[in-house]
């Protein structure tokens, strides 16, 4: 009873790599107890199969084996004295903090036209005047009308959309409302939809009245 009570997860080695699990881990460490350098690689190759074996989805990628190599690099703390096929990876690259994407930090005046309408405007206020600069703008001014219909079930009139396109360009775009020509998209659903009551008596009731209707039962 004693040694079961002794076996638990709690006073054994951290898991370093949870996906491949812990019998993998205790596998690499029975291999770095073996004195010779020939048989630790023999196992060790052997160990890369199962895994393999084990994880047939590591296959789909490219250089699997490799990545296998790095992991059992990374649960040995990069001490494996084996006779790899691979480069070792150095600590460093595990270690290595991500490269920041560099978000825009920048909020965004109106949310549900997001971030890309703020994009397009700018963009459409470096073209010329002409034809083309007025058929963008229809079309910025149509998905402005059918988002704002999506998100929050609001119809906007062309003089909302033309004051909103006047701040979101910084006063580069100074329209009225008759110069916009506005297409609906008319399979556009609201996205949101009425609250049930917080009762479940109502809502009991209510779909008691849909299976059996206001006929009187009979029994």
Request: aromatic share 8%; charged share 25%.
């Given at each position: 009873?004693?040694?079961?009570?002794?076996?638990?997860?709690?006073?054994?080695?951290?898991?370093?790599?949870?996906?491949?699990?812990?019998?993998?881990?205790?596998?690499?460490?029975?291999?770095?107890?073996?004195?010779?350098?020939?048989?630790?690689?023999?196992?060790?190759?052997?160990?890369?199969?199962?895994?393999?074996?084990?994880?047939?989805?590591?296959?789909?990628?490219?250089?699997?084996?490799?990545?296998?190599?790095?992991?059992?690099?990374?649960?040995?703390?990069?001490?494996?004295?084996?006779d790899c096929p691979y480069p070792l990876p150095p600590r460093e690259q595990h270690q290595a903090k991500p490269t920041h994407l560099g978000y825009n930090s920048q909020g965004?005046?109106?949310?549900?036209?997001?971030?890309?309408?703020?994009?397009?405007?700018?963009?459409?206020?470096?073209?010329?005047?002409?034809?083309?600069?007025?058929?963008?703008?229809?079309?910025?001014?149509?998905?402005?009308?059918?988002?704002?219909?999506?998100?929050?079930?609001?119809?906007?009139?062309?003089?909302?959309i033309a004051d909103h396109l006047k701040i979101l360009s910084n006063n580069k775009l100074i329209l009225a409302g008759d110069d916009l020509v506005v297409s609906q998209d008319?399979?556009?659903?609201?996205?949101?939809?009425?609250?049930?009551?917080?009762?479940?008596?109502?809502?009991?009731?209510?779909?008691?009245?849909?299976?059996?209707?206001?006929?009187?039962?009979?029994?």
């Amino acid at each position: 009873m004693n040694l079961l009570q002794d076996d638990y997860n709690t006073q054994r080695h951290s898991l370093v790599n949870s996906e491949l699990g812990r019998n993998v881990q205790e596998y690499l460490e029975h291999i770095q107890g073996i004195s010779d350098k020939t048989e630790r690689s023999k196992w060790a190759n052997q160990l890369v199969q199962i895994i393999a074996h084990l994880n047939p989805e590591l296959k789909k990628q490219n250089n699997f084996e490799e990545k296998i190599w790095g992991h059992l690099y990374q649960i040995a703390d990069y001490s494996l004295d084996v006779d790899c096929p691979y480069p070792l990876p150095p600590r460093e690259q595990h270690q290595a903090k991500p490269t920041h994407l560099g978000y825009n930090s920048q909020g965004i005046r109106f949310r549900f036209y997001g971030r890309n309408l703020q994009l397009m405007i700018d963009r459409v206020c470096e073209m010329e005047d002409g034809d083309l600069k007025q058929d963008t703008v229809n079309m910025i001014a149509s998905f402005m009308f059918n988002s704002c219909k999506m998100w929050n079930n609001e119809n906007l009139s062309n003089e909302v959309i033309a004051d909103h396109l006047k701040i979101l360009s910084n006063n580069k775009l100074i329209l009225a409302g008759d110069d916009l020509v506005v297409s609906q998209d008319k399979t556009i659903k609201p996205m949101r939809t009425p609250i049930q009551s917080m009762d479940p008596r109502k809502n009991f009731n209510k779909n008691k009245k849909k299976k059996f209707g206001n006929k009187p039962r009979r029994y």
